[in-house]
């Protein structure tokens, strides 16, 4: 899709969220303090918007238990945020643009590249590099800039699904 691709605006197109939407999810139920809850969470930061389904952190926990929990979410965020590092720094295919692969694919590439991952960890061992922020030893993936016929047909056909005078004649 044409635009900024960022974590607010890919919400509206996540396949995570529109399953979620049309109950195409595994049935979850919990109950936390009390309440008592049919949906799945995702551990967010402050960015994102506040719908039930993020768990944010406490911005100033006050109290043991709250600095806790504040703690503990941040760990468990971080510690998802480095292991995709990790994939980026090691596998291109992970870096790349994925626009045009459908769920069952990338859900495909990725175990594999954590398959790989482990493999290589348990064969080689832990090298010792520790800082996957893909400097010297993996570098940048080179992105072709020609021109893609398809692609204009594809931002042709999202101009005439968005366009607001066909909305308002019909």
């Known amino acids: 899709m044409p635009g900024s691709l960022n974590d607010i605006n890919v ?3 996540s ?3 529109v399953s979620l939407a049309t109950g195409c999810t595994p049935p979850v ?4 303090n009390g309440n008592d ?3 799945g969470y995702y551990l967010a930061d ?3 918007l506040n719908w039930s389904t993020f768990v944010k952190t406490i911005p100033c926990p006050q109290g043991l238990k709250k600095k806790y929990f504040a703690a503990a979410q941040e760990s468990a965020r971080k510690d998802v945020e ?3 590092r990790v994939l980026q720094a090691r596998f291109a295919i ?3 643009p994925t626009h045009f692969w459908d769920e069952e694919t990338l859900s495909n590439i990725m175990k594999a590249c954590i398959i790989m991952h482990n493999m290589v960890i348990e064969d080689e061992g832990d090298i010792g590099n520790n800082d996957f922020d893909g400097s010297d030893a ?3 993936v080179e992105v072709s800039h020609a021109h893609i016929p398809e692609m204009d047909e594809i931002i042709q056909s999202h101009y005439q699904i968005s366009d607001n005078a066909t909305h308002y004649q019909l």
Do not use: K
């Not at 139920?29 to 936390?32: A, D, P, V």
């Open 11 to 13: 919400l509206d197109r």
């Open 29 to 32: 139920n919990y109950t936390i």
């Open 138 to 140: 993996n570098p940048p």
């Open 82 to 84: 480095r292991a995709f």
């Open 15 to 17: 396949p995570v969220f």
């Open 94 to 96: 992970v870096r790349g």
């Open 46 to 48: 402050g960015i994102y």
């Open 37 to 39: 809850y049919t949906m």
